[in-house]
Structure formats: structure tokens, C-alpha cells
């Protein structure tokens, strides 16, 4: 049972360089979130979707784009990457309504921007 | 702005000890209040909840905590601590709905031989 799965899991961009995260999820999850962990500052949602063709701008959206075209699928974009983003990044989800409120985390993605 | 603290960067604590996390909310009414761990290297993994109802809530993996609204508290405790609890312990909370919970800024627990 894969559950959450984020790729890549480690990806060293420079300034100004653009990827995507993809997250899929095997639950059938409606809800699906990004978040961004940095040292003493906990987990900071970016964007969020609360169904297919959805989205939803989180506690810090700047610099990211989101897109879900597909249920099990929820990518995370960065057009021009900034040192500012250097982070670990977590995808998760949830049932529809946010189910009994337990998120279901994938291991995450260390980026690091030069 | 609605919140909660983790006032504890560090913890550490003796195998076979008592342990006990702190977390303050400042929510109006009545949060949605979650303790989450994540070992090095992992995503994070649901240990309780607490919603409503009795204020001590049970978990997995031995831990509990206790819902205080007069003190704004929803502090996390284990009677006796394992070295494999050693990880990073975030409280988080909400009540807008599950989709916008907010985390601490979590609390490193060390376990000591």
C-alpha cells in the first residue's frame, strides 16, 4: 500500500530554474495540501485542493503554482526557483470534509536552490 | 492571528522517564487540536485528536493528552519513554475545517541511556 508518494525526493536547482513536484496519492483522497518545513518554523501550508480541478492559495503561495487535473495527483511548481525556497516539501491528504481530520503525509522532497 | 506554540525547541528526557510536551492554542472557540511525530527522514504520522468530548484523549504508541481551555492547553504525555520516541513532535490545530491546520513549530524530543 504506496499511500503517499512525492518525486523526486532530492533535487539541487539553481537560481532562476524551474520543476514540478508530483504527489499521488493511492487512497482516493479528495483533499490534498502542500506544505513547506523549515527549521524553527514548523510546517507552512502553500496551496491546497479540496477536489479534482480545484485549488486553493494556503498561508504562503507566493512563488508556487499548483495543478490538479487528476484526483490522484496534485503537483507543486516553481517557475523561477529563489534560495528563499530551499526547503523540505510535504505533500498530503485527506477524505472529503478532511474525513476525522488525520492528514497522510508522503516522506518528502529536500530541494536546495543555489 | 490563531495559533498555536510549541514553547519547547528541545526536550530531553531519560529512557524509562515521564514525559510531557507542551502546546498553547489561542483559538476563540473550541479548536480542532492534533499531535503529529515525524522520525528523521519521514513524513509526519497522526498520534491523537481531539475534537470534542472528554479532554483526555488517548493515542497510539502509549501517548495521551489533555484538553485545558482554561489554560489554552493541549499538552502530549507519555508515562514512560522509549528510546524509539526519540523524533520531532508537532501540535497543530484549526477551526476553520481540516484543510487549513496550522502547525508549532514542533519540539525535538532526545532520549538519553
Known amino acids: 500500500n504506496a499511500g503517499v508518494t512525492q518525486t523526486p525526493k532530492f533535487r539541487v536547482l539553481k537560481t532562476g530554474q524551474s520543476m514540478t513536484l508530483l504527489c499521488a496519492q493511492d487512497m482516493n483522497h479528495e483533499y490534498m495540501y502542500w506544505y513547506r518545513q523549515d527549521p524553527g518554523m514548523g510546517l507552512r501550508l502553500i496551496h491546497y485542493s479540496v477536489g479534482e480541478g480545484t485549488t486553493a492559495k494556503g498561508e504562503v503561495p507566493d512563488g508556487y503554482n499548483v495543478s490538479r487535473l487528476k484526483k490522484q495527483n496534485f503537483l507543486l511548481g516553481l517557475e523561477s526557483a529563489a534560495p528563499s525556497q530551499t526547503s523540505v516539501y510535504f505533500c498530503?491528504?485527506?477524505?472529503?470534509?478532511?474525513?476525522?481530520?488525520?492528514?497522510?503525509f508522503g516522506e518528502g522532497s529536500r530541494l536546495t536552490v543555489l | 492571528a490563531q495559533s498555536v506554540t510549541q514553547p519547547d525547541i528541545h526536550i530531553t528526557v531519560s529512557e524509562g522517564a515521564s514525559l510531557e510536551l507542551r502546546c498553547n492554542y489561542s483559538y476563540g472557540a473550541t479548536p480542532y487540536l492534533f499531535w503529529y511525530v515525524q522520525s528523521p527522514g519521514q513524513g509526519l504520522q497522526l498520534l491523537l485528536k481531539y475534537f470534542s468530548g472528554d479532554t483526555l484523549v488517548q493515542g497510539i504508541k502509549g501517548f495521551e493528552a489533555e484538553f485545558k481551555r482554561s489554560q489554552s492547553s493541549f499538552n502530549l504525555r507519555k508515562p514512560s519513554v522509549h528510546w524509539s520516541d526519540a523524533a520531532e513532535y508537532f501540535c497543530?490545530?484549526?477551526?476553520?475545517?481540516?484543510?487549513?491546520?496550522?502547525f508549532g513549530t514542533g519540539t525535538r524530543l532526545l532520549v538519553s541511556p
Open positions: 497543530a490545530g484549526s477551526n476553520t475545517g481540516f484543510q487549513k491546520l496550522v
Open positions: 498530503a491528504s485527506s477524505p472529503p470534509g478532511g474525513g476525522t481530520g488525520e492528514l497522510f
